[in-house]
């Protein structure tokens, strides 16, 4: 069964950076797209960023302006996000998600396997 573990969240304040970590128990699965998604209290769920299986292609939701960025250890089955100057609205659930396939989608439908969900808050 494929599990994924995220890490790393937690209470900052804002303009502080966190690195989030997504890790996928299934060796054997070696070509995977991951997303990343959020969701705020009351809120719908988000797509954040997203990173093909080869890491070559990544992308972004709108509302990231160059402040995150995706990355993945694929010797390690590990996916990273990387979030600097947060902000109080930054604060939700994030979630990392798998897709078998090997394109790259903004859609949660479009993936499989989703993790437990890690908190973060970023206080002003």
């Known amino acids: 069964q494929v599990q994924l573990t995220e890490s790393g969240g937690g209470l900052v304040q804002a303009g502080d950076s966190l690195r989030l970590t997504c890790v996928l128990s299934?060796?054997?699965?070696?070509?995977?797209?991951t997303g990343w998604f959020r969701q705020a209290p009351g809120g719908e769920r988000e797509f954040v960023a997203g990173?093909?299986?080869?890491?070559?292609?990544?992308t972004y939701g709108n509302f990231v302006k160059g402040r995150f960025t995706i990355s993945r250890d694929n010797a390690k089955i590990r996916t990273y996000l990387a979030m600097n100057s947060l902000k109080p609205e930054d604060t939700a659930t994030y979630y990392c998600?798998?897709?078998?396939?090997?394109?790259?989608?903004?859609?949660?439908?479009?993936?499989?396997?989703w993790g437990q969900g890690i908190q973060v808050t970023v206080s002003s």
């Open positions: 299934d060796h054997t699965i070696t070509r995977y797209a």
């Open positions: 990173i093909n299986w080869t890491g070559e292609s990544t």
């Open positions: 998600a798998v897709d078998l396939g090997m394109g790259l989608s903004t859609r949660s439908s479009s993936y499989a396997y």
